[in-house]
């Protein structure tokens, strides 16, 4: 799949905003939900949303090359640069023109501000009002990340959408610390902001944050708009926490930040996911799982995800997906797969193109449903196709807040009970 411009028949913006680096066009609505269309022009691609970003930690993507990706038409990527600040590091990166050059990608790249790894990483790091002292895993020394470092490292690197150094703190934590987080990120910002070097060519987006405190997230996002950034991130959220709290957290988020720019939450990739957050009002997600999970001979498909390590598939001689269009399904059985699924990585390698490619078309279906003003109706269909006719409550839940009742038969008579489960994991099937 090569890039094509979906939205080419749609001239007129229904909401936009300008910065310096980024225009960002709204260009369809769904009438009944939250989700909307849109186009976001960045400094190195223009960029369809909703839109799901992989994940290249170090400026790649295990299992897969930045040629395959822009055959998979993926829009945007992410780096890391926690890792990308260690390794290479900021001297080599500007020497080569910035990681798009050092890496032959020259589509969008979003880089993390080094934030999350106060979580996946604590033990390693101490947290003060000056910033983060790590451990660093390469070579064992103390390393010192703060607000205008994080900011530096990125201006290094090149992204075309920066994160700001936000406190994390775990999304199962409570008490007075996520407050402290909260504040300190909204301080942290203003440092970042103040640091930033390049504003015409990069794009400064700060996170909400609060944890699974309502108050806390409302004063969060309030307090951000304030600073009149060219997009928004939701943070501190797909830790762990029911499911219950994290759709209403991000629903919190979409109804108080501007509906003329982007909004991102972060670390989102599961499929039902990706279908409810759109509904909610989210742009743009990311998430290692669809690459990592290849990794472990697991294909994604509509109904969950296929564990190809399974005897079952041996002498199955299908694709993948018989729907899907991906180099891997056109020419692989799940049978040619099985037979060393977790051992050779050229099997990895070709789960990983198929994973990417099921994520990239769900992704299309959305956008084209909400074009045509029928998002409801598709993902009446998605959950349908995922869970039959019990579906988790958190989703049911979540879909009611924007006017989808999916416990109501629809005019192909489908209808769904809600179940007490929140879904942490893909099924396998």
């Known amino acids: 799949m090569t890039k094509t411009d979906e939205f080419a028949h749609l001239d007129t913006p229904l909401e936009s905003s300008v910065s310096p680096a980024l225009k960002f066009e709204v260009l369809a ?32 993507i295990k299992g897969i ?8 038409d993926c829009h945007v990527i992410l ?3 926690y890792h990308l600040g260690s390794q290479p590091g900021p001297e080599l990166l500007e020497k080569a023109g910035g990681l798009h050059k050092f890496m032959a990608w020259d589509r969008g790249l979003l880089t993390d501000s080094g ?51 936000d406190d994390v703190v775990s999304s199962l934590t409570t008490g007075p610390r996520v407050e402290e987080a909260m504040w300190r990120s909204l301080r942290w910002l203003d440092r970042g902001i103040k640091a930033h070097k390049r504003p015409s060519e990069q794009n400064l987006f700060p996170i909400v ?21 060219p997009g928004y991130a ?16 991000v629903n919190l988020s979409t109804d108080i930040l501007p509906t003329n720019k982007p909004r991102y939450c972060m670390g989102v990739g599961y499929a039902e996911d990706l279908v409810v957050c759109s509904a909610l009002g989210v742009d743009m997600y ?88 029928r998002y409801p109706q598709f993902i009446r269909s998605f959950m ?11 989703i049911v839940d979540a879909l009611q807040s924007v006017n989808v009742d999916l416990t109501v038969p629809d005019e192909t008579g489908y209808f769904a009970s809600a179940i007490d489960s929140d879904f942490q994991k893909e099924p396998n099937v």
Request: net charge positive; with cysteine.
């Open 115 to 165: 934030g999350f790894q106060m979580v996946s990483l604590l033990k390693l790091a101490n947290i003060t009002e000056e910033g983060v002292e790590f451990e660093n895993p390469h070579n064992g020394k103390m390393m010192m990340l703060t607000p205008e470092m994080s900011i530096g490292l990125q201006n290094s690197i090149g992204a075309d959408i920066m994160m700001q150094l």
């Open 234 to 249: 939701i943070g501190g959220l797909s830790g762990g926490e029911a499911k219950g709290s994290f759709w209403r957290m």
């Open 286 to 373: 990311d998430c290692v799982f669809p690459t990592r999970t290849a990794r472990f001979g697991n294909a994604l498909v509509r109904t969950g995800s296929l564990a190809l390590r399974q005897g079952k598939y041996r002498d199955d001689f299908t694709p993948i997906d018989s729907e899907c269009d991906c180099s891997t399904c056109k020419q692989f059985t799940r049978a040619y797969l099985y037979t060393s699924v977790t051992k050779e990585t050229t099997n990895c390698h070709l789960i990983t193109v198929h994973n990417i490619a099921f994520q990239m078309r769900l992704m299309r279906d959305i956008r084209t449903a909400i074009v045509e003003d």
């Open 79 to 81: 780096g890391n640069t």
């Open 65 to 72: 090359t930045p040629g395959q990706l822009e055959t998979l």
């Open 29 to 60: 609505k769904c009438s009944t939900t939250k989700a909307r269309a849109s186009r976001m022009h960045l400094p190195h691609y223009t960029a369809h949303t909703p839109m799901f970003m992989p994940v290249g930690t170090m400026g790649t």
């Open 384 to 394: 349908k196709t995922r869970f039959g006719k019990t579906v988790p409550r958190w």
């Open 209 to 229: 944050q609060g944890g699974l405190d309502e108050r806390l997230r409302t004063i969060s996002a309030q307090e951000l708009i304030k600073r009149e950034s």
